[in-house]
């Protein structure tokens, strides 16, 4: 079976490429590319310009069907109206891949979608492939397939996707000039054909790629997206910046792209459970990129902070705490050989190490505290701050490392505060080229290591939780009976809506599919009249709440429709008359409910977003949760440890911490809530949304009291069984 390596691998190794629309006039497009390919020393390049017989030295063609030599490449740098019929030529020579530069389409408008549309539909019928419009293709130091700026011949292991022609061309022209080569790259565009996801996938099983950037502004099919980065970094680091996040950017991105932004918040988790390392900016993807690809990935987020300046020890330390890195105490046996290795006076022994003025009057402190940092068994990684010149520096680095680069067991980092502001500034590439990640700034250091550790932790867990999943799928073969026999329960509750027209389940109704699941919800009783009333009373016992249970019975307690703390079967009579009788005069059942104890709230839900399928969702609830938007968002499904760590991730989550007498909320039974959540939108893709609000932690257990589950439509399922 031929594999995606397979497919795509023959793009990134052509023997003769077309330039179409060639031209040998200074400020033109076709120039660029002509010096381009004549720079790299590609040797079969054939210019195509019905205008010229020669360009720079180079014979050229009329069209593409007149080159007597096959055509594995071409790249079409015409204007816009001339590239589908260069496309249609280029099908009928029988040429593989097309690149095609030209502007103009499905990010300018309907005419420009309609014929992008169908250059694809072109190449789909005759067997080639499409890389763009809207890019600048293809780099390849290995093949010699340039790009504009000239990066560089030296093959590498970084490979690269981006759907930005000038990021691609910037980032490998900057990286390049600093030591750091490439394997591939490729600018994607306008996607009408190949997309990020398909050469994502291709770098994941590339075995010259160790290290993947990529820069995205949207994602066609989220989920295949998802699914492919986190197979992917499973292997390989993901560095990746995306642009179009706000509703301003999402407008650019459509301006620049064609393509459609997702939701900033839940693009974030699905990222974050994929494992990718989102950054926010270019300087902050070079940051990521010398760290992870000159370092061995830390055991832990356990840091060592060797500091010349005192003051800066102090802030760095603070950063690293506040991003979640721990900054532990040394043991006796290291504290004894720092001791014995630094002056006297003014220096600390401490985490972090003060180096004080001998740093600069006896350079070798460097080596020596990073020397015996990288043997401490309490420390994962290594940050040397130095005031010192960079060269001695880098040397000393290269001592206390013993030369090991990549192959150490630690990473190690530099800040470099002798040169100025700029991350690419010679005395940053001198460490740079010896294989140390510098900086010219603490924490961009500290942020990069903190990348690292976080990445560390995604492979290791998400090996184990792939562990874990075959195990079980060999024992059992078969999805659990418990979770069979909900969804049976679920798809009943779920067709008998549908079956009366309705996209939303009553309050029973969501609460009674949710039990189906084992999500603890609070007792209730749906009552119809004055006497099931009574009765549903007293089986529940005062004191109750009293609900509309209707549909389109949302906002409630806006609309005056739930009566809480009812201690009276008169209070209860009397709000059951007011609520069962406020639907336009027509006469509406009621739930009578448990009244749940407990000041803290949180929301819990699923949504079916448009790009990624069902997603999961906790945050800080009550009635500012629309307003104060504490939420964290995965890609169903989720295990137990990832959802613990989206509640980790929200910024009121102390209180969920004993507080004010109350006892720690059971944060691992608030995780199995969101864990089955998932499971219940794997097994019914047709749920649009799940929406548990309040979800009170009464003592230490969290219940739902109110949930609404709103239908649409039926497709497959986007989850894994």
């Not at 792209?257 to 693009?267: D, I």
Request: proline residues 6%; contains cysteine; glycine residues 10%.
């Amino acid at each position: 079976m031929k594999t995606i390596f397979d497919e795509l691998d023959p793009i990134f190794h052509p023997r003769s490429v077309a330039i179409i629309g060639a031209s040998a006039k200074p400020g033109k497009v076709g120039r660029l590319f002509m010096d381009s390919f004549i720079y790299s020393g590609f040797r079969e390049v054939y210019p195509v310009n019905p205008g010229n017989r020669e360009i720079l030295g180079l014979p050229a063609y009329p069209s593409v069907l007149s080159i007597p030599y096959p055509v594995d490449m071409a790249i079409v740098v015409t204007p816009t109206a001339a590239a589908l019929p260069a496309v249609r030529e280029c099908v009928a020579k029988g040429v593989r891949t097309i690149v095609i530069n030209t502007a103009g389409f499905a990010e300018s408008g309907d005419e420009g979608k309609a014929l992008q549309e169908e250059m694809a539909a072109t190449v789909r019928a005759g067997g080639a492939r499409i890389i763009g419009p809207n890019c600048i293709g293809v780099y390849c130091p290995a093949s010699r397939l340039p790009f504009l700026l000239k990066p560089g011949m030296t093959p590498g292991a970084v490979g690269l996707v981006s759907q930005s022609g000038f990021f691609a061309d910037h980032l490998t022209q900057l990286a390049t000039a600093n030591g750091i080569a490439f394997s591939k790259a490729v600018s994607c565009g306008n996607e009408c054909d190949l997309n990020a996801t398909d050469f994502l996938r291709y770098l994941g099983e590339d075995p010259d790629t160790r290290t993947i950037v990529a820069y995205l502004e949207g994602i066609k099919d989220g989920r295949t997206f998802y699914d492919a980065a986190r197979e992917v970094s499973l292997k390989k680091p993901i560095i990746l910046l995306r642009g179009g996040l706000t509703e301003g950017g999402a407008r650019a991105a459509v301006s620049h792209t064609g393509a459609l932004a997702g939701a900033r918040a839940v693009w974030g988790g699905v990222v974050r459970h994929a494992g990718i390392i989102a950054v926010r900016s270019f300087e902050e993807v070079l940051d990521c990129l010398y760290a992870f690809h000159l370092q061995p990935l830390p055991k832990g987020n356990r840091i060592g902070i060797i500091s010349g300046p005192g003051g800066i020890a102090v802030t760095t330390t603070d950063a690293c705490l506040e991003m979640g890195m721990s900054v532990p105490q040394f043991s006796q046996a290291t504290a004894g050989k720092l001791r014995a290795s630094m002056p006297l006076v003014g220096g600390s022994v401490a985490n972090p190490i003060d180096l004080s003025l001998a740093s600069i009057l006896g350079p070798h402190v460097h080596r020596d505290a990073a020397r015996i940092l990288l043997e401490e068994k309490n420390v994962d990684m290594v940050l040397v701050i130095s005031a010192i010149e960079a060269e001695p520096l880098r040397d000393l680095m290269l001592e206390a490392a013993g030369g090991r680069g990549a192959e150490a067991e630690k990473p190690i980092a530099a800040v470099v505060m002798t040169g100025g502001s700029d991350p690419s500034g010679h005395d940053c590439r001198l460490l740079i080229d010896a294989g140390i990640p510098a900086y010219p700034d603490a924490l961009r250091a500290a942020k990069a290591l903190f990348r690292m550790a976080e990445y560390g932790r995604f492979k290791k867990r998400a090996t184990e939780e792939m562990t874990r999943i075959t195990r079980k799928s060999r024992a059992t073969g078969r999805r659990p009976a418990g979770r069979a026999d909900a969804a049976r329960q679920a798809r009943a509750i779920i067709e008998k809506a549908a079956g009366e027209g309705r996209r939303r389940l009553s309050g029973h109704e969501s609460v009674q599919l949710l039990r189906a699941y084992a999500i603890p919800v609070a007792r209730e009783v749906e009552v119809h009249s004055l006497r099931r009333l009574r009765q549903a009373c007293a089986e529940i016992g005062f004191p109750v709440a009293i609900k509309a249970a209707w549909p389109d019975a949302s906002h409630k307690t806006d609309r005056g429709l739930v009566r809480l703390d009812v201690r009276t079967m008169r209070e209860a009579l009397a709000a059951f008359t007011r609520i069962a009788g406020a639907r336009k005069g027509i006469w509406g059942p009621v739930l009578v409910q448990e009244m749940v104890g407990g000041s803290r709230e949180l929301i819990a839900g699923l949504i079916s977003d448009p790009q990624f399928g069902p997603c999961v969702m906790v945050g800080m609830g009550g009635v500012f949760s629309e307003v104060v938007a504490d939420r964290s968002f995965r890609a169903a499904p989720v295990d137990a440890a990832e959802a613990l760590d989206m509640i980790g991730e929200l910024e009121r989550r102390a209180v969920l911490g004993p507080f004010r007498g109350m006892p720690a909320c059971d944060l691992k039974k608030v995780a199995d809530l969101v864990v089955r959540l998932g499971t219940i939108g794997c097994d019914h893709p047709d749920i649009a949304e799940i929406d548990i609000n309040p979800l009170i932690v009464s003592g230490a257990v969290p219940i739902a009291v109110d949930a609404i589950i709103a239908l649409g439509k039926r497709q497959a399922s986007a989850g894994r069984p």
